[in-house]
């Protein structure tokens, strides 16, 4: 299952080569929220893993972005203690205000349907 969020870019780490196969970045994301009239701030932070390492770099520090991310889970068992840490793996990163721009072009809902014809229209009859 995937996720989304909109927030403004606040950090960008370096790339970290974990093995020779394995490399992972992070970033962090500011998503402030209004409260009953007060701002409440979260920082939220991600990581890329593989090819999607690059994907921080479109962006500028204090831009507004969406983030698409899965959540993933690992257990691990250490000195006989069982240990729990949570990723967001962040998958996709586009500019917040695509949202606005794309909002019509992606929202086929019955709610916002468009006829193709007018009230006092001719009706076309044709079969095709």
Do not use: H
């Not at 409440?40 to 890329?48: A, E, G, P, T």
């Not at 899965?70 to 990163?93: F, P």
């Not at 949202?99 to 193709?116: H, S």
Request: glycine share 8%; hydrophobic share 35%; aromatic share 10%.
């Amino acid at each position: 299952m995937s996720y989304e969020v909109t927030g403004k870019l606040v950090a960008k780490y370096d790339i970290v080569q974990r093995t020779e196969t394995f490399k992972t970045r992070e970033f962090v994301i500011e998503k402030s929220d209004d409260i009953g009239g007060r701002i409440i701030s979260n920082y939220v932070k991600f990581q890329c893993v593989q090819d999607k390492t690059a994907l921080p770099d479109k962006f500028n520090l204090g831009e507004e972005v969406k983030i698409s991310f899965n959540l993933k889970g690992s257990k691990w068992t250490k000195d006989g203690r069982e240990n729990y840490i949570t990723n967001l793996d962040a998958w996709r990163i586009e500019p917040a205000g695509s949202l606005i721009q794309n909002a019509g072009a992606t929202n086929n809902t019955a709610e916002n349907f468009v006829p193709d014809t007018v009230p006092g229209d001719p009706v076309d009859d044709l079969p095709f």
